[in-house]
């Protein structure tokens, strides 16, 4: 199988609720819009990959869905997130394996984990030498 492009979807219980939540308060850029003017879907940028948010679900159970999302510092993405009042389920520690992360949810409960890669990690280190 050929992987042209892919996305993840999102089928919160508000749409407009969630769709707000990635766009204004995490900051994510929209890539399009598209369907109804009244109830549109949003595509927003997340790195390398898309987030689609549209439709309506229960917004009951988020599963096990988990949206891993790098940032440059995660400090500083905690100290605006908490200012703008975002559900953070665990504060920026330093992992085992060396990553900082943080974890938070979005409005319906699905988990989101924001990862630093310092300076001196491996994943930092040019293979081809």
Same mark, same amino acid.
């Given at each position: ?15 407009? =609720?969630?769709? !707000?939540?990635?766009?204004?308060? &995490?900051?994510? #850029?929209?890539? @399009?819009?598209?369907?109804? *003017? ?33 940032? =440059?510092?995660? !400090?500083?993405?905690?100290?605006? &997130?908490?200012? #703008?009042?975002? @559900?953070?389920?665990?504060? *920026? ?37």
């Amino acid at each position: 199988m050929e992987i042209l492009s892919g996305r993840v979807l999102l089928r919160p219980a508000d749409a407009r =609720r969630t769709q !707000r939540f990635y766009r204004d308060v &995490l900051g994510l #850029a929209v890539y @399009r819009e598209f369907g109804p *003017p009244e109830s549109p879907g949003v595509v927003f940028f997340m790195g390398s990959g898309f987030l689609e948010v549209s439709g309506h679900g229960s917004g009951e159970d988020s599963g096990g869905t988990v949206l891993w999302m790098q940032v =440059r510092d995660v !400090r500083a993405e905690h100290e605006r &997130l908490t200012a #703008a009042g975002v @559900r953070v389920t665990r504060e *920026p520690r330093t992992e085992p394996w060396g990553l900082i992360e943080m974890w938070l949810e979005d409005p319906d409960g699905v988990r989101i984990v924001l990862v630093q890669v310092p300076e001196d990690h491996p994943l930092r280190r040019d293979q081809r030498r």
